[in-house]
């Protein structure tokens, strides 16, 4: 049996400060350096991908990683990264992908991507999922 997940703007923003905050304690190494945060939650079959601080390099090979994952995929965010580039990564594919959170990273997302989607505010987007 399916269930739908519907999450206001707000929620989602929550969610994704919520995990950013968890993992501040960790993100941080003895130099004092933020290391890139990369987690990756399963809850029954829905999924989340979160990256923060990542490079463009940690970007994409998140995104080519994950394209095997793209039938359960649901949410990423990728937070203040230096850049991602949706040219290779097919976004539209993602049948079941509802949010994705760019803030404050780079990208040639609105350029690149055709299938039908909102801009909520700024750098978050909801897509129109097919029944």
Request: glycine fraction near 4%; hydrophobic fraction near 35%; proline fraction near 3%.
């Amino acid at each position: 049996m399916k269930k739908i997940v519907r999450l206001t703007e707000n929620d989602l923003n929550l969610l994704v400060k919520r995990v950013v905050n968890e993992q501040k304690k960790l993100s941080t190494s003895k130099a004092g350096r933020r290391k890139p945060i990369l987690k990756e939650e399963f809850i029954e079959d829905h999924s989340a991908f979160i990256m923060k601080d990542g490079t463009a390099e940690m970007v994409q090979d998140f995104l080519n990683l994950n394209s095997r994952k793209k039938d359960n995929l649901k949410f990423i965010a990728l937070i203040n990264c230096e850049y991602v580039d949706f040219s290779d990564a097919d976004i539209c594919e993602y049948p079941n992908l509802h949010f994705i959170n760019l803030t404050g990273t780079p990208n040639n997302f609105e350029e690149v991507v055709d299938c039908p989607y909102i801009n909520l505010s700024g750098d978050l987007y909801e897509f129109k999922i097919e029944n």
